[in-house]
């Protein structure tokens, strides 16, 4: 398994933004979408947006209207564009591809976490 590696994290003040990128293997038959977590120390990893192949998009509330998730043409590199950051948003950053739940042969098809990327957003 290539594991996917996150990358563009910086420090930046409270109202900035910054452009996160995921470089992966690219969609295969057990990919369900290409998510990205972000964890503070002493924390888990927690779940933050998504992508699918198809384009479609998911937030959690905290970040809506703020974050923008995308991918290339390739469908090898999803992006997450930050904005309006702010001090809770910092974290190490981290992107995954779900296996598909739908395809018993899938579901942990990706387990093991690639490189992250630190974002710190100072007030």
């Known amino acids: 398994q290539v594991l996917p590696v996150a990358s563009g994290g910086g420090s930046v003040q409270a109202g900035g933004s910054l452009t996160l990128s995921c470089t992966f293997s690219?969609?295969?038959?057990?990919?369900?979408?290409v998510s990205w977590y972000r964890q503070v120390p002493g924390s888990g990893r927690d779940f933050v947006s998504s992508i699918d192949p198809n384009g479609e998009a998911n937030y959690i509330l905290a970040v809506q209207d703020r974050f923008f998730v995308s991918q290339d043409a390739s469908k090898t590199t999803v992006y997450l564009q930050m904005n309006d950051l702010k001090p809770e948003d910092t974290a190490m950053y981290y992107c995954?591809?779900?296996?598909?739940?739908?395809?018993?042969?899938?579901?942990?098809?990706?387990?093991?976490w690639g490189q992250g990327t630190q974002v710190t957003v100072s007030s």
């Open positions: 690219g969609y295969s038959l057990c990919t369900f979408d």
């Open positions: 995954k591809q779900t296996g598909r739940p739908d395809l018993p042969a899938c579901r942990h098809a990706y387990e093991d």
